[in-house]
Nanobody, 115 residues
Framework: QVQLVESGGGLVQAGGSLRLSCAAS????????MGWYRQGPGKQRELVAR???????EYADSVKGRFTISRDTTKNSIYLQMNSLKPEDTGVYYC?????????WGQGTQVTVSS
């Protein structure tokens, strides 16, 4: 089974930065899609950023210009550099990857941004 492990979450003040990492392990052929989602308090899980097939990028409007997703294909890892953090960015951040025939999710890492 594929496992995704996130790291890098924590507590920061508004305007601060964090860098999240996600490493994939286990038996899989390749990931077609890999990205980050988050779920804030009392909110639905939403897309933050992801790589699509062909290397195209997709960002949520709320994080454009502040967050940057990157990847290291040799390590089957992705990263999320988060700058200018806002309290509304608070939530559990999940790594997501798709490898035929299904999606895989990490356990999540907590990001808390104080005002």
């Amino acid at each position: 089974q594929v496992q995704l492990v996130e790291s890098g979450g924590g507590l920061v003040q508004a305007g601060g930065s964090l860098r999240l990492s996600c490493a994939a392990s286990g038996s899989f052929f390749r990931f077609s899609v890999m990205g980050w989602y988050r779920q804030g308090p009392g909110k639905q899980r939403e897309l933050v950023a992801r790589f699509l097939i062909g290397g195209n990028l997709e960002y949520a409007d709320s994080v454009k210009g502040r967050f940057t997703i990157s990847r290291d294909t040799t390590k089957n890892s992705i990263y999320l550099q988060m700058n200018s953090l806002k309290p509304e960015d608070t939530g559990v951040y999940y790594c997501n990857a798709y490898s035929i025939p299904r999606d895989y999710w990490g356990q999540g890492t907590q990001v808390t941004v104080s005002s």
